[in-house]
C-alpha cells in the first residue's frame, strides 16, 4: 500500500536559516504531490503543487523538489521567520480520483 | 470567491450518543467534497468523500456515515459515538484541480 513519510520529529532552527523537510513514499508513481500548512487547531492551508514532470517550483519564500526517482520531496523556506512556524503535510494525489493521501507532517519551529 | 465552513467547533458527546457535524461551501458548484479526521498529532484520514448528490464513497468502515443532501452540502453522522471516534474532523471541498480547500475543522470528544 501507498505509504508517505514525513519526519515526526519537530525541526528547530534559527529565524533567517533555511527550513528544509522532507517527504518520503513508497510503492506509487504520483500524478502530482502538494504541500500543506496546518496550525494548531485550524485546518491545513494549500501552499504548492508540484506534478511529475516539475523538478521544481518556486512561491515567494518557498521552494519544493520533486524527484521521482528518488520517491522524495524537499519542501524549504528560505529566510524562515517565527511566522512560518507551523506543521507542513505532505500529500499525494493519486489518478484514479482526487483523493489525497497525507503524510503525518512535520512540525517546524523557528526561533528569534 | 469560494467559502467552506463547519460547525460545530467543538463538541463534548457522551459514548452512545449521536453525532451530527455540518459542512456547506458557498462561492462554487459541484464541488468534490471530503470527510477527513485527524487523531492528536497524527495525519489525516480520508473518512468520506462525495463527488455529487448522493453520492457517497466511504474509505474506512466504522461507525459513521455521511450524506450529501444539496450540491454543497456535506454531513457526518452517528447514531452511537464510541471513545475512539475521538478527534479533530475537518470537511474539505476541491475541484478537479486537485487541491483540497479545508473548514476551521470540528473538534470531538468523547466520554
Known amino acids: 500500500s501507498q505509504k508517505i513519510e514525513q519526519n515526526s520529529e519537530a525541526l528547530n532552527i534559527q529565524e533567517g536559516k533555511t527550513a528544509t523537510l522532507t517527504c518520503n513514499y513508497t510503492?506509487?508513481?504520483?500524478?502530482?504531490l502538494q504541500w500543506y500548512r496546518q496550525d494548531p487547531g485550524r485546518g491545513p492551508v494549500f501552499l504548492l503543487l508540484i506534478r511529475e514532470n516539475e523538478k521544481e517550483k518556486r512561491k515567494e519564500r518557498l521552494k519544493v523538489t520533486f524527484d521521482t526517482t528518488l520517491k522524495q520531496s524537499l519542501f524549504h523556506i528560505t529566510a524562515s521567520q517565527p511566522a512560518d512556524s507551523a506543521t507542513y503535510l505532505c500529500?499525494?494525489?493519486?489518478?484514479?480520483?482526487?483523493?489525497?493521501?497525507f503524510g503525518g507532517g512535520t512540525r517546524l519551529m523557528v526561533k528569534p | 470567491s469560494q467559502t467552506i465552513h463547519q460547525w460545530p467547533a467543538t463538541l463534548v458527546q457522551p459514548v452512545g450518543s449521536p453525532l451530527s457535524l455540518e459542512c456547506t461551501v458557498e462561492g462554487t458548484s459541484n464541488p468534490n467534497l471530503y470527510w477527513y479526521r485527524q487523531a492528536a498529532g497524527r495525519g489525516l484520514q480520508l473518512l468520506f468523500y462525495?463527488?455529487?448528490?448522493?453520492?457517497i464513497s466511504s474509505e474506512v468502515p466504522q461507525n459513521l456515515s455521511a450524506s450529501r443532501p444539496q450540491d454543497r452540502q456535506f454531513i457526518l453522522s452517528s447514531k452511537k459515538l464510541l471513545l475512539s471516534d475521538s478527534g479533530f474532523y475537518l470537511c474539505?471541498?476541491?475541484?478537479?484541480?486537485?487541491?483540497?480547500?479545508f473548514g476551521e475543522g470540528s473538534r470531538l470528544t468523547v466520554l
Open positions: 500529500a499525494l494525489v493519486i489518478n484514479a480520483g482526487n483523493m489525497l493521501t
Open positions: 510503492n506509487y508513481s504520483p500524478a502530482y
Open positions: 462525495s463527488v455529487g448528490i448522493g453520492q
Open positions: 474539505a471541498w476541491s475541484h478537479n484541480t486537485g487541491e483540497l480547500f
